[in-house]
């Protein structure tokens, strides 16, 4: 099943909808979350939203899946991970699947790990088991190339201290990004509340045809836009072309 979770209107998540959605939901059913820096959309939950999710999950006996694939690129790494950590303190089992390939720069190298939580050692195992067999069945061996790395960096301090600085310029400049699109015009003001690489903008499969063949603009069709694309010279023109093909003048 889905649920409601963009509001378009006023460009955040809609919480009452999406809780309303799951009402559905049954024991054992998955609820698949992201963690932090939402792909597509940048908006996120609150500490007392995701204390109301894990409470939900735990009365209904559902499993909440977090993506955590942009920590770092929000917030901060500990921030970015405060509200994955506080549904785990309250739910007895919970899957993590965690990706390297933003805040390492090693998307080609696919890094990531998957965790388990469970509520007893019983079900550890049979976890653990299915784990394994998923993992016979999909890779097998995967090449060590890009965990080496990652490795590597977090086990001397020199490196990882580094890595940590070059990840906060990082989400320095993306905030930059957001801040400046965020001032241009109404239309991009929750731009500048959402966090991470992505910002879902209300166009059309048809209005990002016509950016792409009068702008040389590249979205995807739903809307969705990298703003690790943007640097400040360009930021004025984008937003120009986009106000226009939704018909917003600018002087």
């Known amino acids: 099943m889905s649920h409601a979770y963009w509001d378009a209107s006023q460009g955040r998540a809609d919480f009452e909808?999406?809780?309303a959605g799951l009402a559905g939901a049954r024991a054992g059913d998955i609820l698949l979350l992201h963690g932090c820096c939402h792909n597509p959309?940048?908006?996120g939950f609150s500490l007392t939203e995701w204390q109301a999710i894990a409470g939900l999950c735990k009365d209904r006996k559902i499993t909440p899946f977090i993506d955590l694939a942009y920590q770092g690129l929000g917030d901060g790494l500990d921030e970015d991970a405060t509200g994955l950590r506080l549904l785990l303190s309250i739910v007895d089992e919970a899957l993590i699947a965690y990706s390297c390939d933003k805040n390492f720069g090693l998307y080609r190298e696919r890094v990531g790990a998957l965790w388990i939580k469970t509520g007893s050692s019983t079900a550890t195992r049979i976890g653990r088991s299915a784990m394994l067999a998923l993992a016979r069945a999909l890779w097998s061996m995967p090449p060590d190339h890009g965990a080496a790395i990652v490795r590597t960096v977090l086990e001397d301090n020199q490196l990882a201290n580094e890595w940590r600085h070059e990840l906060a310029g990082m989400r320095a400049r993306l905030g930059e990004?957001?801040?400046?699109?965020?001032?241009?015009?109404p239309l991009f003001a929750p731009i500048g509340?959402?966090?991470?690489l992505f910002a879902l903008l209300p166009l059309s499969a048809t209005d990002v045809?016509?950016?792409?063949?009068?702008?040389a603009i590249y979205l995807a069709p739903d809307g969705r836009a990298n703003l690790a694309g943007l640097v400040p010279d360009t930021i004025n023109r984008f937003a120009l072309a986009v106000l226009s093909q939704v018909g917003i003048s600018k002087p």
Do not use: K
């Open 209 to 215: 045809a016509a950016l792409r063949d009068r702008h």
């Open 193 to 196: 509340e959402q966090r991470g």
């Open 17 to 19: 909808r999406m809780i």
């Open 41 to 43: 959309t940048g908006a």
């Open 177 to 185: 990004v957001r801040t400046m699109l965020a001032a241009v015009d």
